[in-house]
């Protein structure tokens, strides 16, 4: 199975920091990562499809970016509601696999 | 816009079979255009996301390997309503389970409210 480690699992910030998130595939993954927000008690959202795509409606202060083992999620001015946990996923082999998460929270 | 609706038990007994719905509206699980796949996806309390198994929209499966052969997916096109059966369950089975659906561009694009499975006797 792919391993996706996601770093660190905790972030404290502020409303209109810039933050980034890590995720590293324990192989060769191409672009074939997305990236989820969860708030508590609620489905996650999709954010990001092949590493740097932005689904629909998503704010364009979310970025991401990577490609092989490394990627990253960027927010460039935290908003009130982008504090909730974040997940990586790759879609390059079977099983799926997901990170296993970042909280960010308010410092 | 497509939307997705878990039904089933909330608690099941040790060893015995978890069964579960997941109803769509607003799309078909058999659209070959869109390519949809159907997935399962469970996150124990507290805990992060674990990717079950999923059946396309020509109804092949594949599911996690880390789960032993205890999984069993299906579907009835007929209702648009595909289903999940997890046997042998135990209390490390415990979690909130989602069905989701892939598209085109890869990732879990939608996703249903979940179902909280708890094991308990």
């Known amino acids: 199975d792919v391993q996706m480690t996601q770093s660190p699992p905790t972030l404290s910030a502020s409303v209109g920091d810039e933050i980034t998130i890590t995720c590293r595939a324990s192989?060769?993954?191409?672009?074939?990562v997305a990236w989820y927000q969860q708030r508590p008690g609620k489905a996650p959202k999709f954010l990001i499809y092949?590493?740097?795509t932005l689904e629909s409606g998503v704010p364009s202060r979310f970025s991401g970016s990577g490609s092989g083992t490394d990627f990253t999620l960027t927010i460039s001015s935290l908003q009130p509601e982008d504090f909730a946990t974040y997940y990586c996923?790759?879609?390059?082999?079977?099983?799926?696999?997901f990170g296993q998460g970042t909280t960010v929270e308010i410092k | 816009q497509v939307q997705l609706q878990e039904s089933g038990p909330g608690l099941v007994k040790p060893s015995e079979t978890l069964s579960l719905t997941c109803s769509v509206a607003?799309?078909?699980?058999?659209?070959?255009?869109?390519?949809?796949?159907w997935n399962w996806v469970r996150q124990p309390p507290g805990k992060g996301l674990e990717w079950i198994g999923s059946?396309?929209?020509?109804?092949?499966?594949r599911d996690n390997p880390a789960l032993r052969g205890r999984v069993t997916l299906s579907s009835d096109t007929s209702k648009n309503q595909f289903f999940l059966r997890l046997s042998s369950m135990t209390a490390t089975d415990t979690a909130v389970y989602y069905c989701?659906?892939?598209?085109?561009?890869?990732?879990?694009?939608?996703w249903g409210q979940g179902a909280l499975v708890t094991v308990s006797s």
């Open positions: 059946i396309s929209y020509s109804g092949n499966t």
């Open positions: 192989q060769s993954i191409g672009i074939w």
């Open positions: 607003g799309g078909s699980i058999t659209d070959s255009i869109s390519s949809s796949y």
């Open positions: 996923q790759q879609y390059n082999n079977y099983p799926r696999t």
């Open positions: 092949k590493a740097s």
């Open positions: 989701a659906r892939v598209s085109t561009n890869g990732g879990f694009d939608s």
